[in-house]
C-alpha cells in the first residue's frame, strides 16, 4: 500500500497546512463548500440506513464513504485545517501568520457551512415532497437528534456542557486521525482504509462533529423541530467547534508534530565499567 514512514507524512502535514494558509479566498470556499456538502449527503446516508434497517452499527460503518470521497478530491473540512495550519505556524514557515491561520479557518468555517446548509434544505424538500407533507421517517429521526444533542445537553447544565465539549475533542482526535490518515499511503486503497477506520469510530460513538451538525441541526429547524437556532449555537455548534480544535490539535497534529518533527535528542546509554 506504499506506506509512509511517520518523519515522512508529518513533513506532508506541515506541507499541507502551509499550502491551505496560501490558497487563494476562491479556491478555499470551493473547497470547504464542497466537503461542507459531501460530508452532510454521507451524514443523511448514514441516517437513512440507520432508521431503515434499525442497525446503527451499519450506518456508521457506511459513512465513511463521504469523508474518504472529499479527501480523495481535494476538498477541505474545518477539522481538519484545524490541526494542519497551525503546525505551519509554529514550524515557522516564511510568510506564515497568526492572522494567515485564523483566516483560513474562517474561510472554511463558512464554505463548510454553506454546503452542509445546502444540502440541508436538499434534504428537507425530499423528506416532505417539498413541504407538502409531514417529514418522513428519516426526516423525524433528525428532528429528534437536534432535540436530543441541544436540550439534551442544557439539561444537565455545566455538565451537560462539559460532557458535549469531550465529546467534540474525542471526535476530532479521530477525525483529524482520518485526515493524516490520507497522507500516510501513496495508494488510494491505502489511503481510505486509514480514512475508514477513525471516521467508523467517530460516527458509531456520537462524538460531535461540527461540519455534520451543521447539516443535521438545520435540516431539524427546516422541519419544525422543538429547538431554536440560539439552542443548536449555545448547545452545540460554538462548543462544537472549540473541543473539536482541542482535541484534534493536542491529540494528533501537537503529538505527531513534536515525536516526528522536533524529535527529542536519544539517550546516551552510560559504559558499564
Known sequence: MSY?????????????????????????????????AILALAAWFAVTITVNTG?????AVLFPVGFCLLYLLGFDLLT????????????????????????????VFCGNFGGAFTVAVFMAIYV????????????????VIGENRTLG???????????????????????????????ISTSVTGKVLAMWMPIMVFFYMVFE???????????????????????????????????????????TGLTLYATHVKTAPKRVLRKVA
Open 209 to 251: 462533529h461540527s461540519i455534520v451538525n451543521m447539516f443535521l441541526f438545520p435540516s431539524g429547524l427546516l422541519l419544525g423541530a422543538h429547538f431554536t437556532w440560539i439552542d443548536y449555537l449555545l448547545w452545540n455548534e460554538i462548543p462544537t467547534v472549540l473541543g473539536n480544535l482541542v482535541g484534534g490539535l493536542s491529540f
Open 153 to 183: 445537553y442544557e439539561k444537565y447544565g455545566l455538565a451537560g456542557m462539559l460532557t458535549l465539549f469531550v465529546r467534540a475533542m474525542l471526535c476530532n482526535w479521530m477525525v483529524s486521525t482520518g485526515v493524516v490518515g490520507a497522507m
Open 80 to 107: 481538519g485545517v484545524f490541526v494542519l495550519t497551525p503546525l505551519a505556524l509554529i514550524d515557522r514557515r516564511p510568510g506564515v501568520t497568526l492572522k494567515g491561520v485564523l483566516k483560513n479557518w474562517g474561510l
Open 55 to 59: 442497525q446503527p452499527l451499519l450506518g
Open 4 to 36: 509512509l514512514v511517520p518523519s515522512e507524512f508529518v513533513t506532508k502535514m506541515v506541507d499541507a497546512g502551509e499550502a491551505k494558509i496560501f490558497m487563494s479566498t476562491r479556491d478555499t470556499l470551493i473547497r470547504a463548500y464542497m466537503a461542507g
Open 128 to 143: 416532505t415532497y417539498g413541504f407538502a407533507t409531514e417529514p418522513s421517517a428519516v426526516g423525524k429521526a433528525i428532528g
